[in-house]
């Protein structure tokens, strides 16, 4: 079973960064894709951004330049830097890992941390 951890979350002004981590530990086969996830209250939880263990990234549109994700080396933990931040960027931000065994994905969520951005 895989573990996901997250922290960073927190209450911010307008303009201000964080930086988020999300450390996945446990029994997994070969964690291939790692990202974010966010949701805000009353709507779907939407992608923010996730990055493959070959190093591709991918950023939903509306934080395209101005967040980051990185994995360290041992490709365990996930970054996301948030800068230039927004008050709607405030969510619940959910780690998300996709474990593949054989063919086929096992996905796992964090519990997810708390951002506020407040004009």
């Known amino acids: 079973q895989v573990q996901l951890v997250e922290s960073g979350g927190g209450a911010v002004q307008a303009g201000e960064s964080l930086r988020l981590t999300c450390v996945a530990s446990?029994?997994?086969?070969?964690?291939?894709?790692m990202g974010w996830y966010r949701q805000a209250p009353g709507k779907q939880r939407e992608l923010v951004a996730t990055?493959?263990?070959?190093?591709?990234?991918n950023y939903a549109d509306s934080v395209k330049g101005r967040f980051t994700i990185s994995t360290n080396s041992a490709q365990n933990t996930v970054y996301l830097q948030m800068d230039s931040l927004k008050p709607e960027d405030t969510a619940v931000y959910f780690c998300?890992?996709?474990?593949?065994?054989?063919?086929?994905?096992?996905?796992?969520w964090g519990q997810g941390t708390e951002v506020t951005v407040s004009s």
């Open positions: 990055i493959h263990i070959g190093g591709s990234r």
């Open positions: 446990g029994r997994f086969f070969m964690i291939t894709t």
């Open positions: 998300n890992a996709e474990d593949q065994i054989g063919d086929r994905y096992f996905p796992h």
